[in-house]
């Protein structure tokens, strides 16, 4: 039987160990990514371990979490991380530049390679072919210095999607169900990947221009759309968003609220 993807990806990069399934094994990381809630433990960590240069084809810093300035330590930690990537051959990616699971796939991503994030949101590359891993600071401080990643051959589950979304979901919906079938929300989904083929068909109030056209709130309950007409007026009272840009950048009209 041939491999899938995530088999291929894995045997690729395999260092030591053999391809069954629970077998612990290593492997050797192309890509690391962190955010500046996490980065500025790993880089404390990885300078502790004293490698001038990152052993990595690609180390990125991202600045997009921490980004509001109400005293010195957000500031301090970006300057550090800052100085880091300058000093290890790690790219910076400065605040503004956009979310660091998004830019990461349009700027560095490429398919076949093995990349671990300290990030949630890190598997988003498997989306153009990529193996990527979420991890903790740590993980991603001995990746840098070119040590492989130790974890064991995970059982790959073949998910075949059809049919059509219904009103108000997502591709994200989708995924949240299955991890739930699988007890990911307990179990954190270790050991498990998923591969999911097929095609869904969106709704078409979901998706596009589409969606601001069609007045998302009309098929609301009226207290519904009450609530979020108060809740739009009252942020635009306290000085967060003027009231009709905001209406027109959510898509939201004045007589779907009404």
């Keep these: 039987m041939g491999y899938t993807i995530a088999q291929k990806i894995i045997k690729e990069h395999l260092v030591c160990g053999e391809m069954t399934v629970g077998s612990d094994v290593g492997l050797k990381i192309d890509q690391t990514l962190t955010q500046d809630a996490t980065g500025t433990m790993a880089y404390i960590e990885y300078e502790a371990m004293g490698i001038p240069r990152v052993k990595t084809e690609k180390s990125v810093a991202y600045i997009d979490h921490n980004t509001l300035q109400t005293g ?50 890190t598997p988003h590359g498997g989306a153009i072919g990529m193996l990527c891993i979420g991890v903790g600071g740590m993980d991603i401080a001995t990746a840098m210095t070119g040590v492989p990643m130790r974890l064991k051959i995970p059982e790959v589950i073949n998910v075949r999607l059809s049919g059509k979304l219904q009103l108000g979901c997502n591709a994200k919906d989708v995924i949240l169900a299955h991890s739930e079938g699988l007890g990911a929300a307990t179990t954190g989904g270790m050991d498990d990947l998923s591969q999911k083929v097929g095609f869904v068909s969106p709704e078409p109030h979901c998706h596009g221009e589409d969606r601001h056209r069609r007045k998302p709130h009309a098929r609301l309950p009226p207290e519904t759309r009450e609530r979020d007409s108060n809740l739009l007026e009252d942020l635009c009272r306290r000085g967060h968003a003027d009231y009709r840009k905001q209406c027109g950048k959510t898509g939201l009209r004045k007589q779907a609220l009404e």
């Design 72 to 121: 010195f330590e957000n500031a301090d930690d970006h300057r550090f991380i800052q100085s880091v990537c300058k000093k290890h051959g790690i790219y910076f990616s400065r605040p503004g530049n956009g979310i660091c699971h998004a830019v990461h796939v349009a700027r560095f991503g490429k398919p076949g390679k093995l990349s671990m994030g300290g990030d949630s949101h």
